[in-house]
Every structure is written in C-alpha cells, then in structure tokens.
C-alpha cells in the first residue's frame, strides 16, 4: 500500500493500531494494557511541555505514523522533531503520515512486546534518520539510549534520564515510569 491507501485502510480500520515494514507488510499491534497507556501518557506529557517551553520543536504522540526513508511507516510511543523540519513540510504532508523522521523516539515496552522486536525497531529508527532514542522496559527498569553513529547505552533503574543532542534540556522523571 501506498501512504493515501494505507492512510484509508487506517481510517476504515481506526481500532487497529498498524505500522508498515519497508516491504510493504502491514503490521497489527495490539493495543497498550491500562498500565502502559498510563506510563506513555507520562512520557509525552514531560515531552510536550518541554518542547512548548523550549520552543524548538513538537512533540508527537504514539497515534502519529511517520514514513520513513526505507518506505516503512512507524508510530513510536513518543517523538520530538525540530520546527524548522517540521515547519517545512507541505500541509499536505503534515496532515497525512509525515515524510519525515524523528530526531528522537522513545518506544516503551508494553506487557504484550517482545524485547527483541523493539530493539529492531530502535534500529530502525536509527538507521532511518533519528538522531536519539530512549527504548524503556518497565519491567527490567531499563532505559536504552541508541544515539546514530553509537554503540547503544544501557541504564539500570535510572531516577531521571537526561535528555541531549536534539533534546538537550529535557528530563524524564522516571519515578512515574517504573511505578
């Protein structure tokens, strides 16, 4: 499926939650348990108010679908991408799924994701332009840190990751997230 097909399955479809491969597969996820709505929303609430007070960019919730450069679309739990990119995309561009990548995601781990398959989409997501990305697993208490061009960096039960690069400035207060 091309974008507009995909972006019509979708709306037809809106209770699924589906990404696309660079192949062309369509993926259907299941949909986060309470518990994980509720840690993602404290995830891009810190996000999005960051981003408004520090004014260089948005923040992007998990409904948002990004086409990627390999052809894949991906919706990560959390995104943040710099005003002056996305500033510049037509408006026709900004309504559907964006031709763009993220600087920086943030994927969670649910109860029902398989570690594995979240550390390849962080690859993904790297490989595909982003620049920092946080992968947090609840259950172990660990965040991942894959910044492009590195070896990704583990941190055990971290109180707070500190945000740099595109986000230097932002802090998550894990306290909410391992609750």
Do not use: H
Not at 41 to 70: C, E, H, K, M, V
Not at 129 to 154: M, Q, S
């Amino acid at each position: 499926m091309n974008d507009d097909e995909l972006m019509k399955f979708c709306a037809a479809n809106d209770a699924l939650r589906v990404e696309r491969e660079a192949n062309g597969d369509l993926l259907v996820m299941t949909p986060a348990g309470n518990r994980t709505g509720k840690k993602n929303t404290a995830i891009i609430s810190a996000l999005d108010i960051w981003a408004q007070t520090d004014g260089r960019g948005y923040a992007f919730d998990s409904n948002t679908g990004f086409t990627l450069p390999d052809g894949s679309m991906r919706s990560p739990d959390a995104a943040w991408v710099a005003a002056e990119r996305w500033d510049a995309l037509s408006e026709e561009d900004q309504v559907r799924f964006s031709p763009i990548c993220p600087e920086f995601v943030v994927e969670l781990r649910s109860e029902s994701d398989r570690l594995t398959d979240l550390q390849t989409k962080m690859e993904q997501w790297m490989s595909n332009g982003a620049e920092l990305g946080w992968l947090i697993d609840p259950e172990l208490k660990r965040v991942t840190i894959y910044r492009a061009g590195k070896t990704a960096e583990r941190l055990e039960q971290p109180e707070v990751v500190v945000g740099d690069g595109p986000i230097a400035g932002f802090e998550l207060d894990m306290m909410r997230i391992w609750k």
